[in-house]
T-cell receptor, first 110, second 115 residues
Framework: DAKTTQPPSMDCAEGRAANLPCNHS???????VYWYRQIHSQGPQYIIH???NNETNEMASLIITEDRKSSTLILPHATLRDTAVYYC???????????FGTGTRLQVTL | DVKVTQSSRYLVKRTGEKVFLECVQD?????MFWYRQDPGLGLRLIYF???????EKGDIPEGYSVSREKKERFSLILESASTNQTSMYLC??????????????FGQGTRLTVV
């Protein structure tokens, strides 16, 4: 599975868009990009995933570059409850070993 | 709603004890995972299983074993607990063969302290 690189921490003002980058330059053609987040003291929670097209759901949008070497998770209107560690993961299929890096700690402030 | 239940929220064990951490899921998921989480090290995969009686080593399997005798239950075993196994342990499950539903669901975690 491809490795990912994320900044260790980011800040965002409440109400503004939070744009969380992820680099996955060694991604292969059949690997998906997944995003999870972990709010303090809870288990990680799935946010969104995609292969090559941009995706949007009720939580977030995922923008994947044309060469698929990087992606951005967008929280359009961040709230204090979005303060969490965000993990970007790439993997093939559903039986792959699901491994997490150290993620990006997003702090949303007033 | 998918539910992943870990048997204990907090556990204190003595060095050298055999420790069982149990995880049960109620959605007929094929895949199950065990992680540990330590400050500054993120979530690290210990073992995973993609079917009954099947297991694969993760990134840090040393000192651990697992058992999956039934589809809904995945047990993590510390054969002889040591203080460096003090950690938060998280279990997860996911569907095995449908790319449209590949999110993993996590339990609330077991905080294990080995004294």
């Amino acid at each position: 599975d491809a490795k990912t690189t994320q900044p260790p921490s980011m800040d965002c003002a409440e109400g503004r868009a939070a744009n969380l980058p992820c680099n996955h330059s060694t991604i292969s053609g059949n690997e998906y990009v997944y995003w999870y987040r972990q709010i303090h003291s809870q288990g990680p929670q799935y946010i969104i995933h995609g292969l090559k097209n941009n995706e949007t759901n009720e939580m977030a949008s995922l923008i994947i570059t044309e060469d698929r070497k990087s992606s951005t998770l967008i929280l359009p209107h961040a709230t204090l409850r979005d303060t969490a560690v965000y993990y970007c993961i790439v993997l093939i299929g559903t039986a792959s070993k699901l491994t997490f890096g150290t993620g990006t700690r997003l702090q949303v402030t007033l | 709603d998918v539910k992943v239940t870990q048997s204990s929220r907090y556990l204190v064990k003595r060095t050298g004890e055999k420790v069982f951490l149990e995880c049960v899921q109620d959605m007929d998921h094929e895949n199950m995972f065990w992680y540990r989480q330590d400050p500054g090290l993120g979530l690290r995969l210990i073992y995973f299983s993609y079917d009954v009686k099947m297991k694969e080593k993760g990134d840090i399997p040393e000192g651990y074993s697992v058992s999956r005798e039934k589809k809904e239950r995945f047990s993590l075993i510390l054969e002889s607990a040591s203080t460096n196994q003090t950690s938060m342990y998280l279990c997860a499950s996911s569907l095995g063969d449908n790319l449209r539903n590949t999110e993993a669901f996590f339990g609330q975690g077991t905080r294990l302290t080995v004294v």
